[in-house]
């Protein structure tokens, strides 16, 4: 049975940072791409960031271009979200996703994704 778990959210002060976290079993994480999205409070699911099945490609949305680096370790069977320099507009729910040989760019519509994580809050006080 595939999971993602995610994990590391909370509550933060603007400026800060958080690392999340979303752990996989039931796949081989190295045959697949990863992508996180997030869903603020009455709005739809948007991109964040993604990684290719490889590893060798990322993407970001450019609300969060140089302040989130995206990472996975398949040897953890791990992805990570590095989140610096966060905004008040940065509080969502923050969701992992999976897709099997996904690239950078295809996985930033979230209807191709395989897999969801149930997601953790992020909450961003100014």
Request: charge should be positive.
């Amino acid at each position: 049975q595939v999971q993602l778990v995610e994990s590391g959210g909370g509550l933060v002060q603007a400026g800060g940072s958080l690392r999340l976290t979303c752990a996989v079993s039931g796949l081989a994480l190295s045959s697949y791409g990863m992508a996180w999205f997030r869903q603020a409070s009455g709005k739809e699911r948007e991109f964040v960031a993604t990684i290719s099945w490889s590893g060798a490609s990322t993407l970001y949305a450019d609300s969060v271009k140089g302040r989130f680096t995206i990472s996975k370790d398949n040897a953890k069977s791990a992805v990570f979200l590095q989140m610096n320099s966060l905004k008040s507009e940065d509080t969502a729910v923050y969701y992992c996703g999976a897709d099997l040989r996904g690239t950078a760019a295809a996985m930033t519509r979230a209807a191709v994704m395989d897999y969801w994580g149930k997601g953790a809050l992020v909450t961003v006080s100014s």
